[in-house]
C-alpha cells in the first residue's frame, strides 16, 4: 500500500458513539485506516491515493452525518472554534432567559406561593428552547439516524421531545394531565450548560499544545546583502545568518558564528537550568536567549526545526487512540439503542401496571435523559491529551498514546551503556602524575600537545582544562599510538602505554592493569624520555543515571544494562550506576535477541538507547525509549523521545504513565458507575428528568475536571 496521510477536523460530533461510527465508516473504504479522536475532534486517516482520493474520505464523513475540512493552520483554527463557542453560548443564554420563568412556579411553590402561569405562556417560552436552543440536537440526531447510527443527540431529541409534544397535547385538546414545558427546557438548558463547560475544559486540555505554537517567534534579524532587516520568520531560509539579542527567542535551529550566551531550553527539553552557548554549538528555535548576542547561521527553517517536529508529535499522539479507550468506543457504539430499548421497556411495564400514561412518558423520558454517553466517552481521551500535552512540557514526546499507555505496565527496562547510561564521549577520570610534578601541570603539558590533535582522547583533555594553553609546533601525530612533539627545544610523547614502552620509557604496567580493569583508558605523557605521569579516561555516567536506577528499583522495575564492552568494563559502570544486572561483550545485531529474552511470563520490556545499533532492539521493545541527542534511525524506531537526555526522563515518562491511567480508571469507573446507578433509578422513577438532566451535565464536566488535574503532576525527585 503506498500509504498517504492526512488530518481532517471534523464538525458535528457530540458523543463517543460519534466518533466510533464514524471511525466505523471510514474504515470500510477501501485500504483506509482511520482513527477518529472526540476530545481533539479530528480525525487521522492512512489512505492509498491510488484507492481512495481526499473528496472520497470528505464525502465519507458528510455521508455519515457530519461534516470535515482540511487541517487548517492552529490560529485559523482557534478562531473557529472561538467562533462556535460563541454561537453555543447565544444559544445557552436565551435559553437560560427563556427557562427561569418556567421555573419560577416551581420556586414559589417551595416558598409556599401557589402561582400558575398560563398554559399558553409556557408554551411560548418553552418553543424557541425546544426548537432554536436545541436545534443542534435535532439535527445531530437527524444526522446520526442518516448516517446509521445513534448518538446522545437522538436520547436528548427524543427525550426532550417527548415532553414537549405531550405538554402540547395537554394544552391544545384540554387534556386532564400537568404540563412538562419547564421538564423539556430545562433539559435543554442544562445539557447545554454540559456541553459548554466541556468545551471550554476540552481547550483547557489542549493548552499545552497550544502553548508550544506559540513559543515560534514572528520577526528574526536576518542578514541579507550585507544589511541586517527585520523579517518574517517564515520568510528565512537555511543558511541565512541571524542575529539574537539578550531577551529574544531564537527564530529557528542553528549554529552559533560568533558571541556566547546562556540560552533558557525548559520549553524544549524541561531542563530548568540554562545551557551555554558559544561558536560551533547549535541553538534551537523558540529558546530563550538571556544574555549575550548571538550571531548565527539558520540550519532548520519551518517545518524542519526541533519545535516544529514536537509539534507534530504531540498533535499526532493527541490524535491516536489507546487499547483502553477503543474499549470504551465499543461499549458507547451499541449503548444508544440499548437506552432506547430500555426506556421503551420503561414506558411499556409503568404504563401497563396500571400507573398511567404520564407516568410512563415522565419516568422513560428520564432514563433517556440520564443515559447520555458523553462521560464514557471523554473519560479516556481527555485524559490522554492532557498527559501528552504535560508530556512534552517535561520533555518528553510519546508518537501515540497506545505507548504512553503502556509505559504504566513495564516491569523490565533494558538500558543501553553508551550513551544512555554514560555520556557517550571519554571523559578524563585520574591524574596521575610522577613525585617531582603536579596534577596541573600534568593537565598543562597534556593538553597543550594535544591541541593540534582531533583524537576524542585530546578532545577530552582540552574539555578538562582549566584555560586554553598556548598552540604549540612541530607535532607529528602517529595514528593508533599517540603523538610526539617539539616544544621549547625539549621531546615529549603523548599516547598509549604500549607506545611509550616502543620508545624506551619506563612504565608501571601493574597501575596501568588496575586502571584498565576499571573500565579505564590510559595514556602516558613523557619529556626526553622520562615519565611525567598518568592521565586516565573512561566513558563518564551521566549526571542523574544512579538516581534514576534507584527510582526505578523504587518503583518496581527491574534494570538491566546491555554492552558491548568487555566484562571489567561494564562491571564497572553497572557498579557505578547501582545496577545489579548487566549483560557485556553484546554484539550490536545480539540486542533485539536479549530484549525479546526478557519477555517471558508476559514481561512487559522496556528499551532505552540512542545509537544507530540500537534501533532493532527499540523496535523489539514493548515501549522504547531514545534520548535526543541518538540517530535518527534511533529516535524514528522509539515510541517516546527523551528531549532531556538523560535517564531521569523515563523515569518522568513511567510516573506520567501511571498517573495517567490512574485518571483515566477513575474516570471510566465514575462513567460506568454513572449510568448503572443512575438508568435503574430512573427506570424506577426515582429521578425527575430535570435532576436527570443536571447529573447528566455534571457527569460530562466531571470527567473533563477529573482529567485536567493531570496538569498538575510533577516529575517524581
Not at 425546544?130 to 439516524?145: C, E, I, K, M, V
Not at 535477541?593 to 538507547?609: E, I, P, R, T
Not at 531521569?648 to 498517573?659: E, K
Request: glycine letters at 8%; hydrophobic letters at 50%; charged letters at 15%.
Amino acid at each position: 500500500m503506498s500509504a498517504t496521510h492526512t488530518d481532517l477536523q471534523i464538525t458535528g460530533m457530540h458523543c463517543a458513539s460519534c466518533s466510533a461510527r464514524l471511525e466505523k465508516v471510514l474504515n470500510q473504504l477501501p485500504e483506509v485506516a482511520a482513527t477518529v479522536n472526540i476530545a481533539t475532534e479530528k480525525a487521522s486517516i492512512t489512505y492509498n491515493p491510488h484507492k481512495t482520493d481526499l473528496a472520497a474520505l470528505i464525502k465519507a464523513v458528510r455521508g455519515a452525518g457530519f461534516d470535515a475540512h482540511p487541517l487548517r493552520d492552529f490560529a485559523a483554527e482557534k478562531q473557529a472554534r472561538a467562533a462556535a463557542y460563541r454561537r453555543e453560548k447565544m444559544q445557552f443564554a436565551l435559553a437560560v432567559l427563556l427557562t427561569l420563568p418556567l421555573l419560577l412556579e416551581m420556586l414559589l411553590m417551595f416558598s409556599g406561593i401557589h402561582m400558575m402561569m398560563p398554559g399558553w405562556l409556557q408554551f411560548a417560552l418553552a418553543t424557541p428552547v425546544q426548537f432554536w436552543s436545541g436545534r443542534r440536537f435535532y439535527s445531530g440526531a437527524w444526522s446520526s439516524l442518516r448516517g446509521g447510527g445513534a448518538n446522545m443527540d437522538v436520547l436528548v431529541a427524543l427525550g426532550t421531545s417527548a415532553a414537549y409534544l405531550f405538554s402540547c397535547a395537554v394544552l391544545f385538546f384540554n387534556l386532564d394531565q400537568p404540563l412538562y414545558f419547564e421538564a423539556s427546557a430545562t433539559l435543554i438548558t442544562l445539557v447545554l450548560l454540559g456541553k459548554l463547560l466541556e468545551a471550554r475544559a476540552k481547550g483547557k486540555a489542549s493548552s499545552a499544545l497550544e502553548a508550544l505554537i506559540n513559543l515560534q517567534p514572528k520577526l528574526a534579524h536576518v542578514e541579507r546583502d550585507g544589511v541586517m532587516r527585520e523579517l518574517a520568520v517564515e520568510q528565512m531560509k537555511t543558511g541565512d545568518v541571524f542575529l539574537v539579542r539578550p531577551g529574544e527567542s531564537v527564530p529557528v535551529d542553528g549554529i552559533v558564528l560568533e558571541g556566547a550566551s546562556s540560552l533558557d531550553e525548559s520549553m524544549l527539553t524541561g531542563e530548568s537550568l540554562p545551557q551555554s552557548k558559544q561558536a560551533d554549538d547549535k541553538v534551537y528555535a523558540a529558546t530563550l536567549n538571556q544574555h549575550g548576542l548571538l550571531k548565527c547561521r539558520a540550519l532548520a527553517v519551518g517545518a524542519h526545526t526541533q519545535l516544529a517536529a514536537i509539534i507534530r508529535l504531540v498533535e499526532q499522539a493527541q490524535g491516536s487512540k489507546a487499547a483502553i479507550q477503543k474499549l470504551a468506543d465499543q461499549i458507547s457504539a451499541v449503548f444508544v439503542p440499548l437506552v432506547v430499548a430500555i426506556a421503551l421497556l420503561t414506558f411499556s411495564i409503568w404504563w401497563m401496571a396500571g400507573f398511567g400514561f404520564t407516568a410512563a412518558l415522565i419516568n422513560a423520558v428520564a432514563v433517556l435523559v440520564i443515559s447520555c454517553p458523553c462521560a464514557l466517552g471523554l473519560a479516556t481521551p481527555t485524559a490522554l491529551v492532557v498527559a501528552t500535552g504535560r508530556a512534552a512540557q517535561a520533555g518528553i514526546l510519546a508518537k501515540d498514546a497506545a505507548a504512553l499507555e503502556r509505559a504504566h505496565k513495564l516491569s523490565i527496562l533494558v538500558v543501553d551503556k553508551t550513551g544512555t547510561l554514560t555520556e557517550g564521549k571519554p571523559g578524563v577520570t585520574d591524574l596521575l602524575p610522577m613525585p617531582d610534578i603536579g596534577e596541573t601541570e600534568l593537565l598543562h603539558i597534556a593538553a597543550m600537545l594535544a591541541q593540534g590533535s582531533t583524537h576524542p582522547l585530546s578532545r577530552a583533555l582540552l574539555d578538562h582544562a582549566p584555560a586554553m594553553p598556548t598552540q604549540t609546533a612541530n607535532i607529528k601525530e602517529l595514528p593508533g599510538l599517540g603523538l610526539h612533539a617539539e616544544v621549547g627545544g625539549k621531546q615529549y610523547l603523548l599516547g598509549s602505554p604500549a607506545f611509550a614502552l616502543r620508545e624506551g620509557i619506563v612504565v608501571d604496567e601493574q597501575k596501568i592493569l588496575e586502571l584498565q580493569q576499571q573500565g579505564k583508558t590510559v595514556i602516558a605523557l613523557a619529556r626526553e624520555g622520562v615519565l611525567l605521569g598518568y592521565i586516565a579516561f573512561a566513558d563518564l555516567l551521566r549526571t542523574g543515571s544512579r538516581a534514576a536506577v534507584a527510582q526505578l528499583a523504587g518503583m518496581g522495575i527491574r534494570v538491566v544494562m546491555l554492552s558491548g564492552d568487555n566484562q571489567a568494563t561494564a562491571q564497572a559502570i553497572a557498579r557505578q550506576a547501582g545496577i545489579t544486572e548487566f549483560r557485556a561483550e553484546v554484539l550490536p545485531q545480539d540486542k533485539a535477541a536479549q530484549v525479546q529474552s526478557f519477555k517471558v511470563g508476559g514481561q512487559l520490556v522496556g528499551m532505552v538507547g540512542d545509537g544507530i545499533n540500537d534501533a532493532p532492539a527499540l523496535a523489539a521493545a514493548d515501549v522504547s525509549f531514545a534520548m535526543r541527542s541518538g540517530s535518527d534511525i534511533a529516535i524514528e524506531a522509539a515510541d517516546i523521545t527523551l528531549m532531556r537526555n538523560d535517564l531521569t526522563s523515563v523515569v518522568d515518562a513511567i510516573s506520567l504513565s501511571r498517573a495517567t491511567l490512574k485518571k483515566i480508571r477513575q474516570n471510566l469507573f465514575f462513567a460506568f458507575a454513572y449510568n448503572v446507578l443512575g438508568i435503574p433509578l430512573a427506570a424506577l422513577g426515582m429521578l425527575n428528568p430535570v435532576i436527570a438532566g443536571a447529573a447528566m451535565a455534571l457527569s460530562s464536566v466531571s470527567v473533563v475536571g477529573n482529567a485536567l488535574l493531570l496538569k498538575r503532576w510533577q516529575p517524581p525527585r
